[in-house]
């Protein structure tokens, strides 16, 4: 046997033995990578030479702001597929390694709208239903989702209630409550947090206070510092009023 035919098929069997990616069919459910962005679509990276992407208002808030940015990871379904083109439907989304640290408040939503119901974020302050309380923590489902992949848990250590505090009483089954997503992990397991709303709303008020104070403290157009007392409005002299004392008395007699 030649040496060249020898290569040829070792080469073979070596390409043989190596599994082909499959290419993603209906229904298919899969972690995809965001990595640009169009006018009317949302494109991820799914490997190879397959082009996947959302609608770009699947992936809208109320407000029109986009959720999701360069590098986001997106739990999405397969809706549609012709081999190179691949239209995605997005579950929840993850953020990316390098948007930050989720419960230091980096990354913050109100729950969006999406065409098959809300559309789960780290970060996002949700509102929901208690279904069941353990002394490990309080499951929630969120509003607008059905079964487990909107069933979240809130840890103990989350709750904000005293340590060795009756979490059975403080959380009836069925009432309401609010919570903020913490994590979703890739299987879609979602962990939830009371304590994390506190932590934010402090936040939000400290942001606000430091910038109303920033902005006393502006520089006038001439460049010269702001003077305090110029920039509160001058009280005037108050007008005298008659309340009826005795020297009003004799002025009338």
Request: glycine letters at 12%; zero cysteines; proline letters at 6%.
């Amino acid at each position: 046997m030649a040496k060249d035919d020898s290569f040829a098929a070792l080469f073979e069997t070596s390409q043989q033995g190596k599994a082909r990616p499959m290419r993603p069919r209906k229904g298919d459910r899969m972690e995809v990578k965001v990595v640009a962005f169009s006018r009317d679509a949302v494109f991820v990276d799914l490997g190879g030479k397959q082009e996947g992407f959302f609608d770009r208002s699947d992936l809208v808030a109320q407000d029109g702001s986009l959720m999701v940015q360069e590098g986001a990871l997106v739990n999405a379904v397969v809706v549609d597929s012709d081999g190179e083109r691949v239209k995605l439907s997005p579950v929840f989304v993850r953020q990316a390694p390098s948007a930050g640290v989720i419960e230091d408040g980096d990354q913050v939503f109100s729950i969006p709208r999406a065409k098959s119901g809300p559309l789960l974020l780290e970060g996002a302050h949700v509102r929901g239903t208690v279904t069941g309380v353990e002394r490990y923590g309080v499951f929630v489902q969120i509003a607008g989702t059905q079964g487990r992949n909107g069933r979240g848990l809130v840890p103990t250590i989350e709750t904000g209630t005293p340590r060795g505090a009756d979490l059975k009483k403080l959380f009836a089954v069925g009432s309401e409550v609010e919570a903020k997503i913490l994590a979703i992990q890739e299987d879609g397991k979602i962990r939830l947090s009371f304590k994390a709303l506190t932590i934010d709303a402090e936040r939000a008020q400290y942001e606000a206070f430091s910038s109303g104070n920033q902005a006393e403290a502006a520089p006038a157009a001439d460049g010269k510092p702001a003077d305090p007392k110029a920039a509160k409005p001058k009280a005037g002299k108050p007008e005298p009023r008659n309340f009826g004392t005795l020297g009003d008395l004799f002025k009338k007699k």
